[in-house]
């Protein structure tokens, strides 16, 4: 399975971005997904995450303004992001620690530690 996240961009400080973050199969189970970002010269760090029964958990610095959300029927995890700010800045990925898909011939395949490619998202004026 592969996810693609997209929705980044250039937005001012205060502004809102959603990004998606979409399966490549059909998930008929995931235990958690989660958003992580890696900031110029820093680690990969996490932001939030959703797990299978919808509880949700968030990094003290965006809490209150990020919001994750899932849509199963599209296989598309969301994070909006609102009131901006330039510490937001950094390359957004989509992870997935275990997911199960199912093809549409009914095969099951299980996947560990599934990474997106990332989306820029840049908060300057």
């Known amino acids: 399975v592969q996810l693609q996240a997209s929705g980044g961009g250039l937005v001012q400080p205060g502004g809102s971005l959603r990004l998606s973050c979409i399966a490549s199969e059909n998930i008929i189970w995931f235990n958690v997904m989660a958003w992580y970002r890696q900031a110029p010269g820093k680690q990969r760090e996490p932001v939030a995450h959703?797990?299978?029964?919808?509880?949700?958990n968030y990094t003290d610095s965006v809490k209150g303004r990020f919001t994750i959300s899932r849509d199963n029927a599209k296989n598309t995890v969301y994070l909006q992001m609102n009131s901006l700010k330039p510490e937001d800045t950094a390359v957004y990925f989509c992870?997935?620690?275990?997911?199960?898909?199912?093809?549409?011939?009914?095969?099951?395949?299980?996947?560990?530690?599934?990474w997106g490619q990332g989306t820029q998202v840049t908060v300057s004026s």
């Open positions: 959703i797990d299978a029964g919808g509880n949700t």
């Open positions: 992870h997935a620690d275990s997911v199960v898909t199912m093809s549409d011939f009914g095969d099951r395949y299980r996947y560990f530690e599934v």
